[in-house]
């Protein structure tokens, strides 16, 4: 069992930055990927990015490659999601997981979710 808390969310301007931070407790971190994903009201579930579990294999949706970055901490069980240059187009509550693999991209690989943070860009 694989415990994930989001936190880092909030409400920024267009252009603006923020750092989200997940926190995972219980079976060992470094051997999960890890991923972020994020949910617009009245839309599905979407990927944004993925990590190994090594840290060194990344991969980043369309949408927010070059703006967003995707790294974790495995000394201190913690995956992180760098937002540059954000839009109103990514506003969503955003999504931490985890899969037991090294790693993944579809969202139904994943087998532990956290509960969520709200992410909110106003124009």
């Known amino acids: 069992q694989v415990q994930l808390v989001e936190s880092g969310g909030g409400l920024v301007q267009a252009g603006g930055s923020l750092r989200l931070s997940c926190a995972a407790s219980g079976r060992t971190f470094s051997t999960y990927a890890m991923a972020w994903f994020r949910q617009a009201p009245g839309k599905e579930r979407e990927f944004v990015a993925a990590?190994?579990?090594?840290?060194?294999?990344?991969y980043y949706a369309d949408s927010v490659k070059g703006r967003f970055t995707i790294s974790r901490d495995n000394a201190n069980d913690t995956v992180y999601l760098q937002m540059n240059s954000l839009k109103p187009e990514d506003t969503a509550v955003y999504y931490c997981a985890a899969a037991a693999s090294y790693l993944e991209l579809l969202k139904g690989a994943y087998d532990y979710w956290g509960q969520g943070t709200q992410v909110t860009v106003s124009s």
């Open positions: 990590i190994s579990w090594s840290g060194f294999s990344t």
